[in-house]
């Protein structure tokens, strides 16, 4: 579609080189009139009199105007549609960190998918993935971003209307950063930094310079959440036990002075701070209130609330009124639920931001953003997300939205269709799992991983026919696969893995079955079987590879590659223990006269929860480090 764009274009030219591809337009003085305005107020566009206008405030509007303008116009002569922004600022979080780090490239394509979308706000979630000169090991073989990287990124972002913002931490969740001898002073406990230590701070110095000078932006995200054992480790036996709110407030003071120094305005994840709010929180006053002194010891930062596991609004409701009586307003940041295993969990991530938004727009929240964590590995493909990447975005510019509505956008966004895209939640959303997948069963990943011969999970998953299910998804998303020609690798990766389990899943049953019952030739039938399997599974994998090396940096995949591997491999010695067991040479298969029982640990096993752990306890009741 030629299109002749006039008015307030200047602002956006750069920008709009970059999508007119993806929007499937071309600018032309001999193509269709559009009237660019730029105005305070909504997103209106239109179409009349054989011409057409478009009206915007923020640079991202207009990316997300343009896209309405062309979608309304592929299929109306004539419209008027107006959206009004429900928030300040509606973004992403992308994780970094846990394994796969995007390529610039794909970063590039997440933001012309965010701006098309209307999202204006991307957070790089960097733990040890961004290069710290002073400290060559942090993040040492890990596919760290360079600085230049870093700023070719913002500037790219910049033409588009979106502003990134550094997000790192500054207390825990740095395992692999200090896993190395030169942090052995200023780390307290594997994964949380020394407090009270100066050289702490001056690494820590070293890092918000590093992450933070690459952008325009001056807000910078510092992290801290989730450090329970702060203080509990090499400062317990330095200076004994301390009052946990104590220390995070001072930790934290000593890095806002860090970050004022830089001219940085830091937020942090709130969690740490709970305590504070608990029916029998040891911190209120004998009237059940926070003390105002307590709150005031609370350094400057904004507080972002994290939560991605209600589909209940009041639970909301009620913690973002929790915040406010610390005097802060907080930043909501919900979830896409790309780390549920190796499938997306749809289901919990549209309930819970439905849930959430709504809590959101009713409490006057202003600031949103959807996280993409790659918990364990990263094994789910981030692209995954951008389904909940739409909802989030309709929810932006509409007070109400129906999936229909989310739909329609995300075909003309992504390219893709929605209710195909939708199926994924099926690998783990199986027969055993309740609605919705609220009590995030990895079906797909415990039954991929999971030893033949110790089948950890062959009793929960007994009764469920899992294999016949996996089999009848297989035709359909290889139907998917044709219906969204973009997205082929995608679903052939997903096809593939369905088709491994249908034979996979079960077969730890048959095999044990067979062998109580010395079904001479139905084990010589599974030995035909798991080498079908093993075939399987090496493709399982090539497919997996061609997915995230058009997606992600090499450096992680060894540990994906690994996973397979043992799969693969650990086939071969169940072939040979069977083989030898047919042939005599061994009177009995210890790993199958032992009786299964039901996997229960570290995670509770619920009902409507089919298993879910990480890979280490997946495929051994052994240890691998020690």
Not at 7 to 36: C, F, H, M, N, R
Not at 214 to 240: A, C, N, S, V, W
């Amino acid at each position: 579609m030629k299109l002749h764009l006039t008015g307030a274009t200047a602002a956006v030219a750069d920008g709009l080189k970059l999508v007119l591809e993806s929007i499937g337009i071309q600018l032309s003085p001999d193509g269709y009139p559009v009237q660019i305005r730029k105005q305070n107020g909504p997103i209106r566009v239109v179409n009349q009199s054989d011409s057409g206008q478009i009206y915007f405030e923020k640079t991202v509007h207009f990316f997300r105007a343009v896209g309405l303008w062309v979608e309304h116009f592929q299929n109306e002569v004539e419209f008027d549609v107006t959206e009004v922004p429900q928030f300040d600022m509606s973004g992403v979080m992308l994780d970094a960190s846990r394994n796969a780090v995007p390529t610039m490239a794909e970063v590039e394509n997440l933001l012309r998918r965010m701006a098309v979308m209307g999202l204006d706000t991307l957070m790089l979630y960097t733990e040890d993935t961004y290069e710290v000169k002073e400290h060559p090991y942090f993040g040492y073989m890990r596919g760290r971003y360079t600085a230049e990287e870093l700023t070719s990124l913002d500037d790219y972002a910049a033409k588009l209307g979106v502003e990134m913002i550094p997000c790192i931490q500054t207390l825990g969740h740095l395992r692999e950063a200090l896993k190395w001898n030169y942090a052995a002073d200023i780390r307290d406990t594997d994964d949380i930094l020394l407090v009270e230590e100066p050289k702490t701070y001056e690494f820590l110095e070293n890092c918000i310079k590093a992450a933070s000078e690459p952008f325009r932006t001056k807000r910078i995200h510092i992290g801290m959440d989730e450090t329970f054992q702060l203080g509990l480790g090499k400062y317990l036996q330095q200076h004994g036990y301390e009052n946990h709110i104590d220390l995070m407030n001072r930790h934290l003071q000593e890095v806002v002075t860090i970050t004022e120094k830089h001219g940085l305005k830091p937020m942090i994840w709130s969690d740490m701070y709970f305590p504070l709010f608990a029916e029998d929180s040891k911190y209120k006053d004998e009237n059940g209130k926070i003390p105002e002194e307590l709150i005031a010891q609370i350094p400057d930062v904004e507080l972002v609330y994290w939560n991605y596991y209600s589909q209940d609004q009041e639970v909301y409701e009620t913690d973002f009124h929790r915040h406010m009586l610390l005097g802060k307003t907080p930043i909501f940041a919900g979830g896409a639920w790309t780390w549920n295993g190796i499938a997306p969990n749809y289901g919990k991530a549209i309930v819970t931001t439905e849930a959430a938004i709504a809590a959101c727009k009713k409490e006057g929240i202003k600031e949103v953003f959807v996280t993409m964590w790659g918990d364990n590995g990263a094994e789910t493909p981030f692209s995954t997300s951008l389904p909940i990447l739409q909802l989030f975005a309709e929810h932006t510019y509409h007070q109400e939205v129906t999936l229909e509505q989310v739909a329609k956008r995300f075909e003309f966004c992504s390219e893709g269709h929605f209710d195909d895209f939708m199926m994924l939640k099926r690998l783990d959303e199986t027969p055993g799992v309740m609605k919705d997948n609220m009590n995030t069963s990895m079906t797909s990943k415990v039954l991929l991983y999971q030893d033949i011969l110790i089948g950890l999970y062959d009793e929960n998953i007994r009764g469920l026919s899992l294999g016949e299910h996996y089999q009848k998804l297989v035709p359909e998303l290889e139907k998917a696969k044709k219906n969204n020609p973009g997205w082929a690798s995608l679903f052939g990766f997903y096809e593939q893995l369905a088709r491994v389990l249908s034979e996979k899943a079960e077969i730890g049953l048959r095999l044990t079955e067979a062998y109580k019952e010395k079904d001479y030739q139905q084990m010589k039938s599974i030995l035909v079987k798991l080498d079908v399997i093993q075939t399987n599974v090496d493709l399982l994998r090539q497919k997996h590879r061609k997915v995230w090396f058009a997606a992600y940096k090499p450096f992680g995949w060894e540990v994906i590659d690994i996973r397979y591997g043992g799969v693969i491999t650990r086939i071969d010695s169940v072939k040979y223990r069977i083989n030898e067991w047919l042939d005599g040479r061994m009177t009995s298969l210890e790993e199958l006269e032992e009786k299964r029982l039901r996997h229960d640990g570290p995670w509770e096993v619920v009902d409507g929860l089919v298993g879910g752990n990480v890979y280490h306890r997946i495929v051994t009741a052994g240890n691998f480090s020690l």
